[in-house]
């Protein structure tokens, strides 16, 4: 067992190919609200009209939410752009609850202005509306916005669209080699980005509170060490590379301290690193393999991984250090466990009649739910408003990710064209 965990530390992922994420929802949830999303309308004329249509993206994300169930466009009766011209029976024939209608408008050189108008169907009364200046570039971004201002608005729960994920990729060289990448996309797969390429490699990205920075493991040089990079500017530092393991970084919530998983001693135990003047202080000190931490949102405990008592489980320790408690008791394999955002729950992986499936524990009764149904679930992370978890699958003979409603109700999967790609990580909402 305790060999198995080394290498699981050390594991270099083999992943191909590149290209756009395409999401394909497979499991929907009953009685999901209908909403009707119609096209919106173009206002001006020439070579300026838009790449996108914002009402196509706000319906895609809104039915990726498993919330709302989007009408059809060649369904509708009528297609509005203006709530002047709405014509409310033609939308109650349909038993739709509610109502988008919008327009896109020339806004100065390069630029765009988006209305937006939100009914109640059968009161027949707007509920919401706003009008978004934006440019090309950022269109896609509008929509997004949007569909959060109408989630929000329907269900009074922040929406997530506006978010992006990061995960590890990998591509086939001609000579047989393979090219690894970090790369960060929108929640919906769009605008990949490559954040850091190497021949060698990345693990366990970790995106910071304030969603600028991810640290993640490199094997450059053909030694493990923890790097913090900034998102936009492509500025990096190496933060850990101590002799041995040096791996599993999280991010406390103000940003401040780093928990990482180090053997410089010589057996894995949880480390918190004070980012300001890299000094380090041990959280664990254990015979056994401790590894994977995770703060709790409140900043006043670490959960992390062990196989103190025998098997992988989860146990958790006060930030400051101290005895361990354990979580979790379902089961003879727990791992990989991290908060929700309101800290009453744990993601994890939890291994069932032999499968590895992404579970929720409820930290009041210690229960544990299994939520997917693949056979071998890894690498869950929340969505920052809690409604989702974003994990890493096998379909088809190759990786992909997938994500679940922390119901179980709603299930995506999230596909490259061809190739793998694993370590998905959820980031944090953006300042407001």
């Known amino acids: 067992m305790r060999r198995f965990w080394l290498i699981l530390l050390m594991l270099p992922w083999a992943f191909a190919a590149r290209a756009d994420l395409v999401i394909e929802i497979t499991q929907g949830a009953e009685g999901a609200l209908p909403i009707a999303v119609v096209p919106f309308g173009w206002t001006g004329t020439g070579a300026g009209a838009p790449k996108y249509d914002l009402g196509e993206i706000v319906a895609a994300d809104l039915a990726r939410s498993g919330r709302f169930k989007p009408l059809s466009a060649d369904q509708m009766l009528s297609k509005p752009h203006r709530g002047t011209d709405v014509d409310f029976r033609d939308w109650r024939a349909l038993r739709m609850e509610n109502l988008v209608v919008g327009e896109l408008s020339p806004n100065g050189v390069g630029g765009y202005l988006a209305r937006f108008q939100l009914f109640d169907v059968y009161r027949g009364e707007q509920i919401a509306g706003y009008s978004i200046a934006t440019t090309a570039r950022d269109l896609r971004a509008a929509a997004h916005h949007i569909a959060d201002i109408i989630y929000e608005t329907l269900t009074g729960e922040r929406g997530a669209f506006s978010t992006r994920i990061a995960y590890v990729i990998a591509h086939r060289q001609k000579d047989g080699s393979e090219r690894l990448e970090l790369q960060v996309a929108d929640a919906d797969g769009f605008n990949p980005q490559t954040i850091l390429a190497s021949d060698e490699p990345i693990l366990s990205p970790a995106w910071s509170p304030d969603g600028k920075k991810l640290a993640y493991v490199s094997f450059e040089r053909r030694k493990p060490s923890v790097w913090v990079q900034d998102v936009l500017t492509g500025r990096r530092e ?112 939890t291994r069932v009649d032999g499968q590895y499936r992404i579970g929720v524990m409820d930290l009041k009764t210690r229960g544990i739910q299994a939520l997917s149904d693949g056979r071998l679930d890894e690498s869950p992370s929340f969505a920052p408003n809690g409604s989702m978890i974003i994990y890493a699958t096998r379909a088809k003979g190759r990786g992909v990710l997938a994500a679940v409603s922390t119901d179980g109700r709603v299930k995506q999967r999230l596909g490259l064209q061809t190739g793998d790609v694993r370590e998905p990580v959820w980031s944090p909402f953006s300042q407001r």
């Open 238 to 349: 190496r933060v850990s590379a101590f002799k041995g393991i040096n791996g599993a970084p999280a991010w406390s919530p103000d940003g401040r301290y780093l928990a990482l998983a180090l053997s410089k001693d010589g057996n894995p135990d949880i480390f918190v690193m004070d980012l300001l003047n890299k000094q380090l202080r041990p959280v664990t000190r254990h015979w056994a393999i401790d590894t994977e931490p995770a703060w709790s949102p409140d900043g006043q405990h670490i959960v992390f991984t062990s196989d103190r008592g025998g098997a992988p489980q989860i146990y958790r320790v006060a930030a400051g250090g101290g005895s361990a408690e354990r979580l979790s008791f379902d089961g003879g394999y727990n791992a990989r466990a991290s908060y929700s955002p309101d800290g009453k729950s744990l993601t994890l992986v």
